[in-house]
């Protein structure tokens, strides 16, 4: 099944900001302003919603892959777009965040399969933080992460200071938060902040590989995980012990359960439908 990239308005407009595509179960958002290191501009935040809608619409997607096009994975939000330059004006930032950034987040965060992100250049400010939003984040040998927050006087946002203490601890967060620190894609895979590094060459190959074979996987399980695992940072062990009960009732009544304990007896791949 391959769906085109297309806005509400007009059916065959493809987007300007970014491309958008779906194949095999795998949706695929490459941010798309390549000269401007793919900085989010209002446009593109329109344009994400709608690729969001369309992959919690799109019946049968199993996994959501985001990159950036160039040499650039995303620089955070474009500063030099008119409601940002005139912040001596009083432009409210929490409302930005509330309109666009946080909804992106947290729908990331809620979507009931994997999220993957291929970290292929640079990811700063917000488009740090977007990465880090990825339950899978891969990055490309040549990749760097940077809170560039503190350079322009505002604060981590679009999640960073919620990831960033739960996967590199609150010593490293910090500083990093307040020096805006470049980290190479190799320090972020050594303290924790991404999964893996790989060569350049072979960030596009091994994302499609990583998401081929999670398209494939018990994507019901993968959802329930997601749900597991972000709320265990919030949960004492008692109330996380609970959890696990409720969500394993889910998985335990699942086809794919059946299907993997009968693939197992019978000594043979199992073949997940997500169901
Ligand atoms: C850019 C940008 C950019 C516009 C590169 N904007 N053009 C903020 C405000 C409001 C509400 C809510 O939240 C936020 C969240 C945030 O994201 S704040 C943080 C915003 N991002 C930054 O502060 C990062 C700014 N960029 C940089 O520090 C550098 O560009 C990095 C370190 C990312 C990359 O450096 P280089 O590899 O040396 O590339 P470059 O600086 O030469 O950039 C290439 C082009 O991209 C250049 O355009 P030009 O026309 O001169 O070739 C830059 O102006 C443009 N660009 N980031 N955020």
């Not at 793919?38 to 019946?59: C, I, P, S, W």
């Not at 503190?150 to 739960?166: E, H, K, N, Y």
């Not at 990583?210 to 949960?235: D, F, H, I, V, W």
Request: hydrophobic share 45%; aromatic share 6%; glycine share 8%.
């Amino acid at each position: 099944m391959r769906v085109s990239a297309t806005t509400p308005k007009d059916e065959h407009m493809p987007f300007e900001t970014i491309l958008f595509d779906i194949a095999d179960s795998v949706a695929t958002l490459t941010l798309n302003r390549p000269d401007k290191l793919n900085a989010f501009t209002a446009g593109m935040h329109v344009e994400l919603r709608e690729a969001m809608d369309r992959v919690r619409q799109t019946k049968g997607v199993r996994v959501l892959l985001i990159t950036g096009a160039g040499r650039g994975f995303c620089a955070g939000q474009d500063l030099s777009e008119r409601a940002v330059a005139e912040g001596r004006a009083p432009v409210d930032f929490g409302s930005t965040l509330e309109a666009n950034y946080n909804p992106l987040i947290r729908g990331l965060r809620e979507l009931p399969f994997p999220v993957i992100c291929a970290v292929n250049g640079v990811a700063a400010g917000a488009g740090c933080n977007l990465a880090l939003a990825g339950d899978i984040v891969l990055a490309a040998r040549s990749a760097s992460f940077i809170q560039a927050f503190s350079r322009i006087g505002l604060i981590p946002d679009a999640g960073g200071t919620w990831i960033l203490p739960r996967t590199v601890g609150l010593a490293r967060a910090m500083a990093l938060a307040m020096l805006a620190d470049k980290v190479s894609a190799e320090q972020a895979q050594a303290s924790g902040m991404i999964w893996k590094c790989v060569d350049d060459a072979q960030l596009a190959t091994e994302a499609q590989q990583l998401c081929r074979m999670l398209a494939q996987g018990p994507t019901k399980a993968y959802g329930l995980m997601k749900q597991a695992l972000y709320a265990s940072s919030e949960n004492g062990l008692a109330e996380q012990l609970a959890l696990e009960a409720r969500l394993q009732r889910d998985a335990g009544k699942s086809h794919d359960f059946q299907e993997g304990v009968m693939a197992f007896l019978e000594k043979r791949p199992a073949k997940f439908t997500g169901a």
